[in-house]
């Protein structure tokens, strides 16, 4: 590993000033390292920075540089520099690799999957700290990891997108929670094996004293063949008998039950005690978006589940709720299908949302009742009239949209703050 003593020996370019690029930048300003050049495509950014539109300059860097930075969200094929970046690609590296670069020491844990990476995390988060540990949650979720302050005794754990992976060179977790894959982000990776191979990247560097946390077998088969840590199988039948005494609504649904399985075991290897960790499950509260139980009135139970940006993401929601009144669509992910065949008996009725209706349209005819609401508030006006008519059925009233927000929202957060005023707006107007 590279010490932060050979970090100002190095030079870099840092391509992207959003929250993780000014995380470097600081970063860089705490150790005095100043060979550094950076840009950002936006213009109010560079001038934030007090960048000038040296383009050519930068450019130059590229090639020159030791490492370039790349924050998460900046996918190198659809860049102007995209051939300069796929020329130095062997360069490429994240605002983790910088800590993982300069930082041995400290204790790891880094969760990444699918789905369920930012609860999974919470729950690690909320479990140390109630075990009198310091531990700082981060990567993304939390502060940027570059901007936390470094105890010998702190234990990060950090939340890894497929995106920061991709880019990865030197992250070591002591301990890695490969949760769960299904097909998502297929229009960043282009396909599976390349999204796959993103995320295998977290045991790459690990040792023998190393812990891996896996349960899909075909990722257990891909693992044993090619890393050296110690692999921790996942599976129910370890977890079944606690699962009783875990009375928390939110970490009964089908949603977290496999976060927890995973909790569970980095738990019993942490040596924590089995009632520490159950006092902790029953004192979790959810992360909002998350299949966020917000709201309840005669019976009917109302649930913002925005985070959910595929059908295999919402998949959870439908399998742990009954009567369900889903509010679903938005921009669809590339190659996602509906398999709505084990979920229709739990779904009352979908409400389809968004600017790219016949898509959603038919994923469910034929399948399920549905409408056309066009956006969420005649979406949230049209089912209240049909909770105030129908008083036999105690609905779950689910906004699980299977699809990214951005035809009609800045992000997730924005779309699922609007669900939960207006069903707090409505639902004193109606019932």
Same mark, same amino acid.
């Given at each position: *590993?590279?010490?932060?003593?050979? +970090?100002?020996? /190095?030079?870099?370019?840092?391509?992207?000033? =959003?929250?993780?690029?000014?995380?470097?930048?600081?970063?860089?300003? /705490?150790?005095?390292?100043?060979?550094?050049?950076?840009?950002?495509?936006?213009?109010?950014?560079?001038?934030?920075?007090?960048?000038?539109?040296?383009?050519?300059?930068?450019?130059?860097?590229?090639?020159?540089?030791?490492?370039? !930075?790349?924050?998460?969200?900046?996918?190198?094929?659809?860049?102007?520099?995209?051939?300069?970046?796929?020329?130095?690609?062997?360069?490429?590296?994240?605002?983790?690799?910088?800590?993982? *670069?300069?930082?041995?020491?400290?204790?790891?844990?880094?969760?990444?999957?699918?789905?369920?990476?930012?609860?999974?995390?919470?729950?690690?988060?909320?479990?140390?700290?109630?075990?009198?540990?310091?531990?700082?949650?981060?990567?993304?979720?939390?502060?940027?990891?570059?901007?936390?302050?470094?105890?010998?005794?702190?234990?990060?754990?950090?939340?890894?997108?497929?995106? &920061? +992976?991709?880019?990865?060179?030197?992250?070591?977790?002591?301990?890695?929670?490969?949760?769960?894959?299904?097909?998502?982000?297929?229009?960043?990776?282009?396909?599976?094996?390349?999204?796959?191979?993103?995320?295998?990247?977290?045991?790459?560097?690990?040792? @023998?004293?190393?812990?891996?946390?896996?349960?899909?077998?075909?990722?257990? @088969?891909?693992?044993?063949?090619?890393?050296?840590?110690?692999?921790?199988?996942?599976?129910?039948?370890?977890?079944?008998?606690?699962?009783?005494? !875990?009375?928390? !609504?939110?970490?009964?649904?089908?949603?977290?039950?496999?976060?927890?399985?995973?909790?569970?075991?980095?738990?019993?290897?942490?040596?924590?005690?089995?009632?520490?960790?159950?006092?902790?499950?029953?004192?979790?509260?959810?992360?909002?978006?998350?299949?966020?139980?917000?709201?309840?009135?005669?019976?009917?139970?109302?649930?913002?589940?925005?985070?959910?940006?595929?059908?295999?993401?919402?998949?959870?929601?439908?399998?742990?709720?009954?009567?369900?009144?889903?509010?679903?669509?938005?921009?669809?992910?590339? =190659?996602?299908?509906?398999?709505?065949?084990?979920?229709?008996?739990?779904?009352? &009725?979908?409400?389809?949302? =968004?600017?790219?209706?016949?898509?959603?349209?038919? &994923?469910?005819?034929?399948?399920?009742?549905?409408?056309?609401?066009?956006? *969420?508030?005649?979406?949230?006006?049209?089912?209240?009239?049909? !909770?105030?008519?129908?008083?036999?059925?105690?609905?779950?009233?689910?906004?699980?949209?299977?699809?990214?927000?951005?035809? &009609?929202?800045?992000?997730?957060?924005?779309?699922?703050?609007?669900?939960?005023?207006?069903?707090?707006?409505? =639902?004193?107007?109606?019932?």
């Amino acid at each position: *590993m590279i010490s932060s003593n050979i +970090l100002s020996k /190095k030079t870099f370019a840092i391509y992207g000033l =959003g929250v993780t690029g000014s995380s470097v930048i600081r970063y860089f300003n /705490k150790l005095r390292i100043k060979n550094y050049q950076s840009w950002d495509d936006s213009i109010k950014t560079r001038k934030k920075y007090k960048l000038k539109n040296n383009f050519i300059k930068f450019y130059r860097s590229l090639n020159l540089a030791d490492y370039i !930075i790349v924050s998460p969200g900046i996918n190198i094929e659809k860049t102007k520099f995209k051939k300069i970046l796929i020329k130095n690609k062997h360069k490429l590296i994240t605002d983790l690799d910088l800590f993982f *670069m300069a930082n041995n020491k400290n204790k790891t844990i880094v969760v990444t999957g699918t789905n369920g990476k930012s609860t999974t995390c919470k729950i690690i988060e909320h479990l140390l700290k109630k075990n009198r540990n310091d531990v700082k949650l981060c990567g993304n979720i939390g502060r940027p990891i570059l901007d936390q302050k470094i105890k010998i005794n702190t234990i990060f754990v950090i939340e890894a997108s497929s995106f &920061q +992976l991709a880019y990865s060179k030197f992250i070591k977790p002591t301990y890695a929670l490969f949760l769960n894959l299904t097909k998502d982000h297929l229009d960043w990776h282009k396909d599976i094996k390349k999204y796959l191979s993103a995320k295998l990247k977290i045991f790459s560097l690990q040792n @023998k004293n190393d812990y891996a946390f896996i349960q899909d077998k075909n990722i257990i @088969k891909k693992f044993k063949k090619k890393y050296i840590s110690k692999l921790k199988k996942i599976n129910f039948e370890n977890y079944k008998y606690i699962k009783p005494k !875990i009375k928390n !609504i939110y970490l009964n649904s089908k949603v977290n039950e496999k976060n927890l399985i995973f909790v569970y075991e980095l738990s019993k290897i942490l040596k924590i005690k089995k009632k520490l960790f159950l006092d902790v499950c029953n004192s979790f509260r959810g992360l909002p978006h998350r299949h966020e139980y917000f709201y309840k009135k005669h019976k009917v139970n109302f649930i913002n589940d925005s985070k959910a940006t595929s059908f295999e993401s919402s998949k959870y929601a439908l399998q742990s709720n009954k009567n369900i009144l889903w509010i679903v669509g938005g921009l669809q992910k590339k =190659g996602d299908r509906f398999y709505l065949n084990k979920l229709k008996k739990n779904i009352s &009725q979908a409400f389809i949302i =968004g600017k790219n209706m016949n898509f959603f349209k038919k &994923q469910v005819e034929n399948k399920i009742k549905f409408r056309i609401s066009k956006n *969420m508030k005649s979406a949230v006006i049209s089912i209240f009239k049909m !909770i105030k008519n129908d008083k036999k059925n105690n609905f779950t009233v689910l906004l699980s949209p299977a699809s990214a927000s951005y035809d &009609q929202y800045s992000n997730f957060r924005a779309r699922g703050l609007e669900f939960k005023e207006l069903v707090k707006y409505y =639902g004193n107007k109606y019932i």
